[in-house]
């Protein structure tokens, strides 16, 4: 369906796909922030996505000289690479064996109270980290992406049913991770 | 749309209609218009939500990785002709190297000839006055005699 839409980046890719420098620097602008805030929340860690970023810009680049509109728009090809990246990367870490297994209990706060202690975008920032991958994939693509629900449900391979569950499980785990921390704030401002 | 399905899709999508299915957005605002209270009352709560999870900024992409992914980013292509005028331009340049070179060796190579004959001149000229010289020498001493 999405295939049909015009893409807007059409024209931009083969001026890069020439090696236009204006279109190399337009593109780098409009996609690279996009696709290291895409990375930096699915990962949470700003060197694996600084990493995934230019990755998938590199890939872009190769990408240009023989991109063919009209098979998909640039910028869905774009995050599709950009996930399969970020999941490559989310599974290498659940495989990496921890070096020291604890032993014990952790005699540390429990996580909303870390929560707590920290400021209101750290605090955002630990619960999408908290959220299962994903309900975080749904949330980045609809809300911090701004993909529509059809796009979305298209890149992660779901219907737009399952992906509006993700959605809404998703925001109700942030919200009552968040809503404690919500009142607060709103405590302190009164 | 019933209110419970705006419920659901504002606990789903937040506070944005155009985040909505595109589909029910229309519907949506009706809704809104008709019911104002309590559409507003969900779309309020679902709004705290969209505003603490806008806290949540990623910093903008550092000089170094522009600048890596600049060195990296397609060159501009040539056209057919530029391509073709600039092959004939290295072969010319190669062919003027050549004829200099080649130039210089043949000048080279005269430049040796003529010292050679000028040598095989002066030799000879030694020669000659030599012969000369004795030949003067023996008419003298036939003349003396």
């Known amino acids: 369906m999405t295939n049909r839409l015009p893409d807007p980046d059409a024209d931009l890719v083969i001026r890069v796909g020439r090696g236009d420098p204006a279109a190399v620097q337009a593109l780098m602008a409009r996609k690279l922030p996009r696709m290291l805030s895409l990375a930096r929340r699915m990962l949470g860690d700003a060197s694996e996505a600084e990493d995934v970023a230019?990755?998938?810009?590199?890939?872009?680049?190769r990408q240009a000289p023989t991109w063919q509109p009209g098979a998909a728009r640039f910028d869905s090809w774009m995050h599709r690479v950009a996930l399969n990246l970020c999941y490559d990367r989310l599974r290498r870490q659940r495989e990496r064996p921890m070096a020291e297994p604890p032993d014990q209990i952790d005699p540390g706060p429990?996580?909303?109270?870390?929560?707590?202690?920290?400021?209101?975008?750290?605090?955002?920032?630990?619960a999408i980290a908290k959220l299962p991958e994903r309900q975080r994939e749904a949330i980045v693509l609809c809300h911090y992406q701004e993909l529509g629900n059809i796009e979305a449900a298209a890149l992660m391979e779901i219907s737009v049913e399952a992906l509006e569950s993700l959605l809404s499980r998703g925001r109700r785990a942030l919200r009552s991770l968040l809503t404690p921390l919500n009142d607060r704030r709103l405590e302190g401002l009164a | 749309m019933t209110p419970e399905r705006f419920k659901y899709l504002a606990q789903t999508y937040g506070a944005n209609l155009k985040?909505?299915?595109?589909?029910?957005?229309?519907?949506?605002?009706?809704?809104?218009?008709?019911?104002?209270?309590?559409?507003?009352?969900?779309?309020?709560?679902?709004?705290?939500l969209d505003e603490a999870l806008d806290l949540y900024r990623v910093e903008a992409p550092s000089a170094a990785l522009r600048e890596r992914l600049l060195a990296l980013a397609p060159r501009p292509q040539r056209s057919l002709w530029s391509r073709l005028v600039g092959e004939w331009r290295g072969w010319g340049m190669g062919l003027a190297a050549a004829g200099v070179a080649g130039l210089m060796v043949g000048i080279g190579s005269v430049s040796l000839m003529m010292a050679d004959q000028s040598t095989d001149v002066t030799v000879a000229s030694a020669f000659d006055g030599q012969s000369v010289y004795s030949e003067a020498v023996a008419f003298g001493a036939e003349e003396k005699l």
């Open chain 1, 110 to 126: 429990a996580p909303d109270a870390g929560l707590m202690g920290m400021a209101m975008k750290d605090q955002v920032e630990a």
């Open chain 2, 19 to 48: 985040r909505w299915p595109e589909a029910e957005q229309a519907e949506a605002e009706q809704l809104c218009q008709h019911s104002p209270v309590w559409a507003r009352a969900l779309l309020d709560e679902a709004a705290d």
């Open chain 1, 54 to 61: 230019q990755e998938v810009m590199v890939r872009a680049w």
